[in-house]
């Protein structure tokens, strides 16, 4: 069950992590001296940045526990046979 726990810790870690660019985002746009046409823009470019790097993310997470629920499917099957 030590999976349970490392895969609980990265999601929350991954969940802090977004929100804590999301209010960093936010308090961006409120303090940013450019203008509104730019600030936005820029908004929108790191936005797709964030988004591509964190699908990216999400499909290594999730290739890895389909890796580690295989390895335990194997191992249980081994045992039971």
């Known amino acids: 069950?030590?999976?349970?726990?490392?895969?609980?810790?990265?999601?929350?870690?991954?969940?802090?992590?977004?929100?804590?660019?999301a209010i960093g985002a936010g308090?961006?746009?409120?303090?940013?001296?450019?203008?509104?046409q730019k600030t936005r823009k820029r908004l929108k470019k790191a936005t797709h940045r964030i988004k591509d790097g964190t699908s990216?993310?999400?499909?290594?997470?999730?290739?890895?526990v389909k890796g580690r629920v295989d390895e335990a499917m194997h191992g249980a099957r081994k045992r039971f046979s």
Request: negative net charge; proline residues 2%; aromatic residues 8%.
């Open 1 to 21: 069950m030590e999976y349970d726990d490392d895969d609980t810790r990265l999601v929350n870690f991954i969940s802090g992590m977004m929100l804590g660019l």
């Open 27 to 36: 308090a961006a746009v409120l303090l940013a001296p450019a203008s509104g």
């Open 56 to 64: 990216d993310r999400w499909e290594e997470i999730a290739d890895d």
